[in-house]
């Protein structure tokens, strides 16, 4: 029985700390690393551990962090060769970018670390999303950007709004009005876009209504496709 693959969300966690220590301290011992272990644990993604008493433990993260030592071009000495395509991919995609990473990282640990968030980001339904989750921020930053643009109160706040600034329910991308084609039954349908990069996402920002835009369901997925790029 072996545990899932460590997704980007994960891979993300274990670099961010990779960077801050040096190589001699890449060791099961080392308190930084436990922690890891135990944020790992929290992460909403798995449901499924199939190793649960091995998943994620302090010797499995301390050799994803040897792994980036095989990856890493300034290191002389020798890592772990058995790295996955993920962790080179993500790995390339931060070197030079270190303050991404870390923003990304702490913005994901935010959302573990609070649990009601996580357990309302974990029931939010796959429905809809043929695309696999890819984005650079990872899955619980995207997930929570779906969150974010559900808000059924903050949604309707913003339909009013339009509304009476307009007098229509228009797509703001390409000008598409549900009503206008189908009737009364699309009457007062339009569906809502967070405009905020996935990054800047965190337990603690608030969603405004110029955050927000209207956009038809085409129109939707696209932005969502372009979030995944
Ligand atoms: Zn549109
Ligand atoms: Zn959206």
């Known amino acids: 029985m072996r545990n899932p693959k460590w997704n980007r969300d994960e891979i993300i966690l274990a670099l961010d700390l990779y960077f801050t220590l040096e190589p001699g301290k890449i060791h099961s011992r080392n308190p930084k690393i436990i922690a890891l272990s135990e944020t790992l644990n929290k992460l909403p993604s798995f449901i499924d551990k199939p190793d649960a008493a091995r998943f994620r433990n302090a010797n499995g993260t301390s050799m994803k962090l040897s792994n980036f030592l095989a990856i890493d071009q300034t290191y002389s000495g020798q890592g772990m060769a058995s790295f996955s395509k993920l962790d080179k991919e993500v790995f390339d995609e931060f070197k030079n970018d270190i ?15 609070d649990p009601n968030l996580s357990k309302e980001l974990n029931t939010l339904s796959e429905e809809n999303d043929v695309d696999k989750v890819s984005a650079k921020e990872g899955q619980i930053l995207y997930k929570l950007h779906k969150y974010r643009e559900r808000n059924h109160s903050l949604v309707h706040k913003k339909k ?19 009503e206008k084609t189908y009737g009364e039954v699309g009457k007062g349908f339009i569906e809502c876009h967070h405009k905020s990069p996935l990054y800047t996402l965190a337990v603690d920002t608030i969603t405004k209504l110029e955050d927000l835009i209207l956009v038809c369901s085409n129109c939707h997925r696209m932005e969502h496709r372009k979030l995944n790029l």
Do not use: M, V
């Open 160 to 178: 009013a709004y339009h509304l009476k600034k307009h007098s229509n329910l228009a797509c703001e991308l390409c000008g598409f009005d549900f």
């Open 99 to 113: 303050p991404s990473l870390s923003k990304i990282a702490g913005n994901i640990k935010s959302i573990i670390n």
